[in-house]
């Protein structure tokens, strides 16, 4: 059967005592057949023991109103707190920790623009400092804006990225750790995230966080919210690997998957040997850039004839570093991915190359 629209003036009869939402989300429970608690609602302990199945019955025939001014989506039942936690409408809390603002998440940007300014980060760089203590700050890449939460204790160092738009879900962030002194430094991946501000809370992590609807609040601490957080790493590892006790860290969204044919890869090959380039590039005094081991071999540039140069090129360097390219055995049916360097390592015993 299909499903039956449920018109507004209805659901004002069906309001959550709690959330003041409708009332659509199972299990529906009640005390006294007028007062009614909705499913999103369940943890929160009220006097509502009877679930109302009648009702639900009934319910899961219709479509009902996203509840976000803005959303013209119909959700059916079932699928109301699935839509509820993607809906670009959706109400939030602020999530910058202290203010007490709510708005729909698709303002995000203006309002920290207008209010939290000093959140909003470029090179999202930052040094271990042994603190402790959860910080939050807005980032943009490709113009979509990302949250990040970092949290450090005197132990270890928590790291999540959070998408405000549905489309910027599921793209892998990079954290590379960097020790000046020794010139040595880790790279780790993690995913982004949605956002949702009923789980990324600053309070929760501090453990000082009220709101009821919170997964993590201090009224519901059963579980830890650091174990959600998408990457973490033990701060003496850290230190150790790396040599140094001062150490910096950057944090970055990485880029959509390359296949090997397209021109902006070809800009990698080494013009003598035509190997993709990683590591370290050097280049001539003319700025054509050439493989480390072609230019150790070689004089001048075969390109221009200029002498070769101790020169680096970084800019050539970091895309080789932070590309996303396909495995070469692709088509073999290798679904390994990876920057320039770990293809390269990962091609000498791909197991589908011999297919
Ligand atoms: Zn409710
Ligand atoms: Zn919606
Ligand atoms: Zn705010
Ligand atoms: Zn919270
Ligand atoms: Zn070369
Ligand atoms: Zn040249
Ligand atoms: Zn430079
Ligand atoms: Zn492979």
């Not at 199945?53 to 699935?82: M, Q, R």
């Not at 910096?248 to 990698?268: A, H, P, S, W």
């Not at 090129?313 to 590309?323: N, Q, R």
């Not at 996303?324 to 390592?345: A, H, S, T, W, Y």
């Amino acid at each position: 059967m299909d499903h039956i629209y449920i018109t507004q003036a209805v659901i004002e009869h069906f309001k959550c005592v709690l959330c003041d939402k409708h009332v659509f989300v199972s299990p529906i429970t009640t005390k006294d057949d007028r007062s009614f608690k909705c499913g999103r609602c369940v943890c929160i302990k009220s006097d509502h023991p009877i679930q109302v199945h009648a009702l639900e019955k009934l319910a899961s025939y219709f479509k009902f109103p996203c509840c976000f001014e803005g959303c013209d989506e119909t959700i059916p039942w079932g699928n109301v707190i699935e839509h509820e936690r993607l809906c670009n409408y959706r109400v939030i809390n602020c999530p910058s920790g202290h203010c007490k603002d709510r708005y729909s998440i698709n303002k995000i940007v203006t309002h920290f623009d207008q209010k939290h300014k000093n959140y909003i980060s470029s090179a999202n760089q930052y040094r271990l400092n042994n603190s402790f203590g959860a910080h939050l700050r807005m980032f943009f890449y490709n113009q979509e804006p990302y949250l990040m939460i970092f949290y450090e204790n005197k132990v270890r160092i928590y790291i999540g990225v959070y998408s405000v738009n549905a489309k910027g879900d599921n793209v892998p962030f990079q954290v590379q750790f960097n020790a000046s002194s020794t010139n040595k430094s880790l790279i780790f991946r993690s995913n982004v995230v949605l956002f949702n501000d009923q789980e990324h809370c600053l309070n929760c992590l501090h453990h000082i966080c009220n709101n009821n609807y919170h997964k993590y609040s201090s009224v519901d601490r059963n579980c830890d919210i650091k174990k959600n957080m998408p990457f973490v790493i033990d701060k003496t590892y850290l230190t150790m690997t790396l040599d140094s006790e001062i150490v910096c860290y950057i944090v970055k969204i990485m880029g959509e998957m390359k296949d090997r044919d397209q021109t902006f890869v070809k800009n990698l090959e080494c013009p003598v040997c035509q190997c993709l380039m990683s590591g370290s590039i050097f280049s001539c005094r003319v700025g054509h850039a050439i493989c480390e081991d072609c230019s150790d071999r070689l004089k001048a540039c075969p390109l221009c004839a200029e002498p070769l140069t101790n020169m680096r090129c970084f800019a050539l360097e970091g895309i080789a570093e932070s590309l996303r390219l396909l495995c070469i055995n692709k088509e073999k049916g290798c679904e390994f991915v990876g920057n320039v360097d770990q293809c390269k390592n990962h091609e000498k015993t791909c197991a589908a190359a011999k297919r």
